[in-house]
């Protein structure tokens, strides 16, 4: 199963006075408890924190502001905090806003075509195991996703459709340079991947003008020697630059080494 949280939904209140006036809506966000509503983990824990104290133009006293992101550290819900403080007795006003976004969780199973790539990414982290039940043409898309970050100087294309057996993908270099991409999904973890997709990956590139290379990706345990052999063979004989093959364990690895570059939802929401 894989989880989802990039979606959220957001609630605010007010209390206090304003001119002299008092005002109030929704208080019992004002006593929020800070609760996992999934697995019910009380969370104590806060993974961001930022506070600021103005005293603007507009306001004879100070404005306090503070935002902070919890996160369930068992399921990895998590949830915005935002308040502010108004202190300025002279203009009559002493009032708080406050405001919540709470991640929404949505469930996908292994083999689901339609779970987001940045979600597929994360709960590989988690349980690396899944990646021998995802659906093939979503193991391509994810591929192809980690390599975008993995090589921050090429850009990753598809080839669309086809799904033609003998390319996947392709990565084009800053000086047009193109590296073919060839991604097989084997669902048994103790798998070899043999010589006969390379043989067949070269013979792609062959048919193309400024092929400078070929990158197998397998989710398989390992190469089998004829096929490491191969490879090697074609980088001698320099029928391209790098043919470069990616195990299942090397494959994890990139992801891991290209966390840090996914977009977490809440970033979008500070404010400060």
């Avoid at 459709?161 to 270099?173: A, P």
């Avoid at 067949?200 to 990706?217: A, P, R, T």
Wanted: charged share 30%; net charge negative.
């Amino acid at each position: 199963m894989i989880l989802d949280y990039n979606e959220y939904v957001t609630e605010s209140g007010h209390k206090g006075v304003v001119n002299y006036v008092s005002i109030e809506s929704r208080l019992p966000l004002f006593s929020h408890k800070s609760i996992c509503p999934f697995c019910h983990t009380d969370i104590k824990a806060v993974i961001y924190q930022k506070s600021q104290r103005d005293y603007p133009e507009w306001l004879f006293g100070s404005f306090d502001q503070l935002e902070e992101v919890i996160q369930c550290p068992v399921c990895g819900w998590w949830e915005y905090k935002y308040q502010n403080n108004s202190d300025a007795v002279i203009d009559g006003i002493r009032a708080s806003d406050i405001e919540y976004s709470s991640a929404i969780l949505k469930r996908y199973d292994n083999s689901s075509c339609e779970v987001p790539i940045d979600a597929l990414r994360q709960q590989l982290l988690k349980t690396p195991d899944i990646i021998y039940s995802i659906d093939p043409h979503k193991m391509e898309d994810l591929v192809r996703s980690v390599f975008s970050d993995f090589y921050p100087s090429c850009k990753v294309y598809s080839f669309g459709k086809t799904r033609d057996g003998g390319k996947d993908g392709i990565l084009v270099d800053n000086d047009g340079a193109q590296i073919l991409l060839q991604i097989k999904r084997r669902e048994n973890p103790k798998s070899t991947e043999g010589v006969i997709p390379l043989r067949e990956l070269m013979g792609v590139s062959l048919m193309y003008d400024n092929v400078k290379g070929c990158i197998f990706v397998t989710t398989a345990d390992h190469f089998s020697r004829d096929a490491t052999k191969y490879a090697k063979a074609m980088e001698t004989k320099r029928r391209v630059d790098k043919f470069e093959l990616i195990d299942c364990r090397e494959f994890l690895k990139r992801i891991d080494l290209t966390t840090d570059k996914l977009p977490t939802a809440w970033e979008s929401l500070l404010k400060l």
